[in-house]
């Protein structure tokens, strides 16, 4: 099915609406760490502009040093703000014990995918020069899987900055990279994927960025990955993506933890349930796997 622009907009205001009401119940109800230490809204470029603002978490009575967490939430790359992953990043703070960056940034179609990238690195930039942090393990779900290897490649690639027009002044090292049930490519005729470039003559118009944005696997083969963790569940609709994923790293030749959770009676493994449900069994499993995976 090819979308026209008011097919893609219907599609689009809808999964918000949707989403919305989840995500606000589910927020609502949830028990946050008491042992984890909070930074919030930190502006990391244009003050007074939500989109760019991040939080640091960090175990209470550690220090930030070099190394940190860089998670970046989903939400189909039209809707999302990082308070949606307050809770997880929080946890993964704690049993990590490395501080975690909780991001925000402009979504599809304000910006293209080279705008929302672009907000990425501004972030990395501002971390790495003003709080000392050089060292990333990536970490995104869904709609942030995606975002957190594209970030692994472009951050490892010069010529994949070149392509999408992105500079970044900072010298910085990616660890690790972890996706949680992640989505790995965008058909441009479908939604989320029609919005992933503006055409040009439009503002911010780039219809000469690559293609591989609409397939990871493409932008891998450039670049590489360090080692990687894919979480999924039986539930997730994105399972057998992520498990074609995985079966492509290996055979690039890229270490690759995976775990896909088994839903039982009570517990269904649907998609982005480490995010949602942080406290169930099968989410702290997944938690630990991603920690073993970034520190060892």
């Not at 998670?71 to 990082?82: D, P, Q, S, T």
């Not at 393990?137 to 970030?151: E, K, Q, T």
């Amino acid at each position: 099915m090819f979308l026209d622009k008011y097919a893609a907009n219907k599609q689009r205001k809808e999964f918000i609406k949707n989403c919305t009401k989840n995500d606000t119940m589910r927020m609502a109800s949830e028990v946050l760490p008491t042992n984890c230490d909070t930074e919030c809204d930190i502006c990391y470029e244009t003050p007074d502009i939500p989109e760019h603002r991040l939080d640091i978490y960090k175990l209470t009575g550690t220090e930030v040093g070099d190394t940190a967490f860089f998670l970046i939430h989903g939400g189909a790359f039209v809707y999302g703000f990082k308070e949606l992953d307050k809770n997880f990043g929080m946890n993964l703070a704690v049993f990590s014990e490395l501080p975690v960056v909780n991001v925000n940034y402009h979504l599809l179609p304000a910006k293209s995918m080279s705008g929302v990238l672009n907000d990425l690195c501004t972030a990395v930039d501002f971390i790495s020069k003003n709080r000392g942090i050089r060292k990333l393990h990536l970490i995104g779900d869904s709609a942030g899987g995606y975002l957190a290897v594209m970030m692994g490649c472009l951050l490892r690639s010069k010529s994949i900055r070149h392509d999408l027009g992105i500079f970044i002044n900072s010298d910085v090292e990616v660890l690790s990279v972890n996706s949680i049930c992640g989505v790995y490519d965008g058909d441009p005729s479908k939604f989320p994927g029609y919005f992933f470039k503006k055409p040009a003559g439009t503002e911010g118009g780039d219809i000469d960025i690559p293609d591989y944005i609409y397939d990871l696997r493409d932008a891998i083969r450039r670049a590489g990955l360090p080692r990687t963790c894919l979480v999924t569940g039986d539930r997730d609709f994105l399972h057998d993506s992520n498990v074609r994923m995985r079966d492509f790293l290996k055979e690039q030749g890229i270490p690759v933890q995976f775990y896909d959770a088994i839903s039982s009676e009570t517990r269904r493994a649907e998609h982005v349930y480490a995010i949602s449900d942080p406290a169930w069994q099968e989410s702290h499993a997944a938690l630990m796997l991603i920690i073993k995976n970034a520190v060892g």
